[in-house]
């Protein structure tokens, strides 16, 4: 058969279920501004055809109002839908977008690739993928433990460093003495106050910082107008989808498209060109996960500014047949992983 670009591909014909739970323990913790963890709670999707079977994976998020629990039942509910033939269009129709939508939109994709016979990027139109550089994050902690993590980390090119208000412009300061060389980008996950945001962006600055992410709490983003900045600011928390674009046009430098956020490929890939038209530039993130999850936002990292898809790296184990890492760069997944 072959490869074409259509949404239709995938649907159409009684299509099966299958939902389930998976904890992945993370190597040592992973700290942000929000609070800690210990392993990585994601659910996975499996969509087959009697022939083929497409795979997806979702990572619920409490900070935008979702659960394991209820994620679930909302993949649960479309078990009928799937059995009519849902396909990828009027999926976005039933399930709005956020992490239950991004598991089932990437098991479809996953499932259309092996039915027509080529790539998940064949058939987005996309050019043939290469490794794309990502960044490695650096859990939120005390300056000084920043600071060795990092040198211990410099073998990454670009190191995302995880703050959280207090101390930060010691963090900065700490960590970039500590690897001088090393591309950073920072995200404060909405931690600091309007009131310390331009002493915070000018130690950003001082110190080569390449992004800061989200340091305002979504909701106070008008704070940014006001703010002289030299070094780009990107909104994670304060924009989840292309409908979300025009709010933070000209508040926001960049934008980090997550296909949790997205609820899937389908619509990230929307994302990007909505966001070029709006000037923004593009991050391209993901959650705590395993290599199942990183894989299609591959192939919406080809053309982004900066890549934070080291999810698996984070972990103790990863899947069967993960994605390769090396130099720095993380590299197209295998048919047996996705697509």
Known sequence: MACERAESIGGGQPLTLSVSVEHWPI?????????????????????????????????????????????VAAIEILRPSLAQGLDRTRLERVLPAGAARNAVDCALWDLAA?????????????????????????????????????????????????????????????????????????????AWRPDEAAHLLAVAAETGIELVEQPLPAGEDRALAQLVHDVPICADESAHDTASLDEIAGLYDAVNIKLDKTGGLTEALRM????????????????????????????????????????????????????AYGEGKVYPPSPALWG
């Open 27 to 71: 190597r040592g913790h992973f700290t942000i501004a929000r609070g800690s963890k210990t392993q990585a709670a994601v659910v996975l999707v499996e969509i087959g055809d009697g022939t083929w079977s497409g795979r997806g994976e979702c990572v619920p998020y409490a900070r935008y109002g979702e659960s394991v629990e209820g994620v």
């Open 272 to 323: 990007v060109d909505a966001s070029r038209a709006r000037g923004l530039k593009i991050m391209v993130g993901s959650m705590v996960a395993t290599s199942l999850a990183m894989a299609p936002a591959i192939l919406v990292a080809q053309t982004a500014d900066w890549v934070d898809l080291d999810g698996p790296l984070l972990l103790a184990r990863d899947r069967d047949d993960p994605l």
């Open 114 to 190: 092996k039915q027509a016979g080529c790539t998940a990027a064949e058939l987005a139109g996309l050019a043939p993928l290469k490794a794309v550089p990502t960044a490695y994050t650096i859990s939120l902690g005390a300056p000084e433990i920043m600071a060795a993590q990092a040198k211990d980390a410099s073998a990454h090119p670009l190191l995302k460093l995880k703050l959280g208000g207090a101390d930060d412009a010691i963090r900065m300061r700490a960590v970039r003495q500590a690897v001088p060389d090393a591309r950073l980008i920072v995200d404060a996950n909405e």
